[in-house]
């Protein structure tokens, strides 16, 4: 198994910024690919951005794109998302993912198989 433990979130102001981490432990030599996730209440968990673990490919939704970047130090097992310009519409809980599938271009949260606790992020306007 593999777990995964996040930090980073909280309120901020829109325009302003916030850095989420994810650290991993236990089997990490089963992670392909890792991921941001985030979800509202009656809502599904949408994709934010992925990352390949070994060759640092990377992914994101189009509403971040620009805004955030995902990134990931393979000596510490954790992955980062630097997020700028933040909207009120990006409020959410943040939850760290991973997976054995590779990622893909337009991953889905079937594609992971392990999951963090989610953070919450709230941006007010």
């Known amino acids: 198994q593999v777990q995964l433990v996040e930090s980073g979130g909280g309120l901020v102001q829109a325009g302003g910024s916030l850095r989420l981490s994810c650290a991993a432990s236990?089997?990490?030599?089963?992670?392909?690919?890792m991921g941001w996730f985030r979800q509202n209440p009656g809502k599904e968990r949408e994709f934010v951005a992925g990352i390949s673990w070994r060759g640092g490919v990377t992914s994101y939704t189009d509403s971040v794109k620009d805004r955030f970047t995902i990134s990931r130090d393979s000596a510490k097992n954790t992955v980062y998302l630097q997020m700028n310009s933040l909207k009120p519409e990006d409020t959410a809980v943040y939850y760290c993912?991973?997976?054995?599938?590779?990622?893909?271009?337009?991953?889905?949260?079937?594609?992971?198989?392990?999951w963090g606790q989610g953070t919450q992020v709230t941006v007010s306007s």
């Open positions: 236990g089997r990490t030599w089963l992670i392909s690919a």
């Open positions: 993912a991973a997976g054995r599938t590779p990622l893909r271009s337009t991953p889905t949260k079937e594609d992971y198989d392990y």
